[in-house]
């Protein structure tokens, strides 16, 4: 299984193919066009490789489009990078807050400890630690939160595209149903807005986590 992850990618297939599988399914029980392409195949074979391969491309497409939002809008890992040093909500143990303050410091070489960190020394922190476990070889559990943290992301914007399609085939004919369709598409996508958030701030968590005890074990 690991060496199988390895080839294809943990980001590509939790990211990238697996949002776009899920999107693909959740159309399916909405009776949306876009399985059509399934349903005019007989060869089951056939259907399965172009549901593969659908749910590949429909990926890719989310994970652009979310990409991009990301960056311009809902900005989770900035947030997440440049305020972890001074937000309490993104580090609430205290404790561990001092720490990760005292490894800043030393990276930093600032002997205030009642310093206060500006953004751009929260996301410089933020890179040498990353790095320091990428040249390590530790970022296993990384990025399997950076690829659990992608598909969240994709799936902020395929329940309301789910949504969208769904009104667009079904004005005409909207009834109760309809209603809950809905509110269970509202739903999903908050749900996975706080995913998003949550693994975003865990994944600096970790990283910070795994930086110190590492330099732990090398002093």
């Not at 561990?96 to 929260?122: G, P, T």
């Not at 994709?154 to 004919?173: A, Q, V």
């Not at 908050?190 to 994944?203: A, D, M, N, P």
Request: charged residues 25%.
């Amino acid at each position: 299984m690991d060496s199988a992850f390895d080839k294809v990618g943990l980001y590509d297939f939790f990211g990238v193919f697996l949002s776009g599988m899920l999107v693909l399914v959740v159309c399916w029980c909405l009776d949306l066009p876009l399985v059509n392409l399934i349903e005019k195949r007989d060869n089951d074979i056939v259907n399965v490789i172009l549901f593969i391969l659908e749910g590949y491309f429909l990926g890719l497409i989310l994970q652009e489009i979310s990409s991009f939002f990301d960056k311009k809008g809902f900005k989770f890992r900035e947030k997440a990078r440049s305020k972890f040093l001074t937000n309490n909500k993104i580090v609430d143990n205290e404790l561990e807050l001092k720490s990760f303050r005292e490894i800043a410091n030393k990276i930093l070489d600032i002997q205030d400890s009642n310093h206060s960190y500006s953004e751009v020394e929260n996301e410089y922190v933020y890179y040498q630690c990353k790095t320091f476990l990428e040249t390590n070889g530790k970022n296993d559990k990384v990025n399997r939160i950076n690829s659990l943290y992608g598909m969240s992301r994709s799936l902020i914007i395929g329940m309301p595209l789910c949504l969208i399609l769904y009104f667009k085939y079904n004005i005409n004919s909207l009834s109760i149903q309809s209603f809950k369709v809905v509110i269970i598409m509202v739903f999903l996508t908050i749900v996975f807005c706080e995913r998003t958030k949550r693994f975003s701030e865990y994944k600096v968590r970790v990283i910070l986590r795994y930086y110190k005890i590492l330099n732990e074990k090398n002093t």
